[in-house]
Structures are given as structure tokens and as C-alpha cells.
T-cell receptor, first 112, second 111 residues
């Protein structure tokens, strides 16, 4: 099992550009989520999904879109990047509610 | 939404000293999870506590869940340089079905 795979590992964008952060898991987990990590702020939930076709907003959803067309994939889209979105992004998955989270290796995004 | 507060934000210790981080919630938690993130790495699940007053040990790490299920602690005995990292607690958010994380405690161990 590869676990949770995130691509790319690093990305530099200019303000206003769009991009998609990819996340895939091969553990047949129902729940998937995206977090951003900023210094001193811990892990803040952006969007999450409790199954294919179901998504919902977390604590900091503005500027991000998600979709969940398959159980395996949960991409995160930045439609118009802003410097405030410079961060490290983690995708995570778990079996269900209250189950331990399995994290990907993260994507370090810089927006100039 | 529900929040978990974690203190301290940073802790410097000499190798061999003990370390404790605390997690507090204003509401009762059904469970609490602990994660460790090494510098440059991703969070890795350590343990989950479910029962009131529960104590679990993993070698030099001791995890406790308060009697009221509103607080938890992680204690490391005789720290080693391999313990360096950020320790997070995470509790149910009450709405999103996905855990809400504390801000973490970064442990720095001086040899």
C-alpha cells in the first residue's frame, strides 16, 4: 500500500494563477480531508469528504474548491492563488468518524 | 466549532529531562487523538483515548484522558533527541466528523 499520496511536493505560483493539488489513497478509506499548516497555527481544516460525491467545508474554505468523484481521489483546487495561501497543505484519510488520520507527505506552496 | 487548546506552544529541554504537553477543551470529548510531526515531516498518529480517566503508555510516553473527558496530557520521560518534533492533540469537532487539531507543542531537545 502506498497510503496517501500527494503531488506535487513543491509548487510556486504567481498571484492569480490556478492549480490543483492532487491527493490519492489506496486504503479504501471513506473519509478524506485537506488541512493547511501555518507556523503557530496548527492544522486547520479546509474541506472534507465523508464519501464519494459528498464534500463539505471546514474551518478555512475560502479560496479553495474540492470534489470527490471517486473514493480514492480528493483534489484541492485553488482558482486564483493569493499570497495568503502560501502554506503547507496536507491531505489525510481515515476509515470513518473518530478513526485515526493517515496523512500524505504534504505540498509546500508558495504564492508570490 | 469546538476547539481544543494546547499548551505550551514551545518547550526546550535538556536531553534526559521530562516533558509534558496539555490539551484542554471547553466541552466533553468523545475521544482524543495524539499525533507527532517530525521537522519537515507529516503528522503521524500515536494513540487514541476514549474512556474517562484512561491512561495509556508507549515506552517512555504516557497519555492521559481526564475524568471529565475535557482534558488530556502527553508526558515523555527522559527525553531523547529522537523525541524532537511537534505533538498535536485532536478532538472531534462536533460537526464535521473530522478531528479538530490543537496548535501543537514543539519539543526541542538539547543534547
Amino acid at each position: 500500500n502506498a497510503g496517501v499520496t500527494q503531488t506535487p511536493k513543491f509548487q510556486v505560483l504567481k498571484t492569480g494563477q490556478s492549480m490543483t493539488l492532487q491527493c490519492a489513497q489506496d486504503m479504501n478509506h471513506e473519509y478524506m480531508s485537506w488541512y493547511r499548516q501555518d507556523p503557530g497555527m496548527g492544522l486547520r481544516l479546509i474541506h472534507y469528504s465523508v464519501g464519494a460525491g459528498i464534500t463539505d467545508q471546514g474551518e478555512v474554505p475560502n479560496g479553495y474548491n474540492v470534489s470527490r468523484s471517486t473514493t480514492e481521489d480528493f483534489p484541492l483546487r485553488l482558482l486564483s492563488a493569493a499570497p495568503s495561501q502560501t502554506s503547507v497543505y496536507f491531505c489525510a484519510s481515515c476509515l470513518g468518524q473518530d478513526s485515526p488520520l493517515h496523512f500524505g507527505n504534504g505540498t509546500r506552496l508558495t504564492v508570490t | 466549532g469546538q476547539q481544543v487548546m494546547q499548551i505550551p506552544q514551545y518547550q526546550h529541554v535538556q536531553e534526559g529531562e521530562d516533558f509534558t504537553t496539555y490539551c484542554n477543551s471547553s466541552t466533553t470529548l468523545s475521544n482524543i487523538q495524539w499525533y507527532k510531526q517530525r521537522p519537515g515531516g507529516h503528522p503521524v498518529f500515536l494513540i487514541q483515548l476514549v474512556k474517562s480517566g484512561e491512561v495509556k503508555k508507549q515506552k517512555r510516553l504516557t497519555f492521559q484522558f481526564g475524568e471529565a473527558k475535557k482534558n488530556s496530557s502527553l508526558h515523555i520521560t527522559a527525553t531523547q533527541t529522537t523525541d524532537v518534533g511537534t505533538y498535536f492533540c485532536a478532538g472531534p469537532s462536533g460537526g464535521s466528523y473530522i478531528p479538530t487539531f490543537g496548535r501543537g507543542t514543539s519539543l526541542i531537545v538539547h543534547p
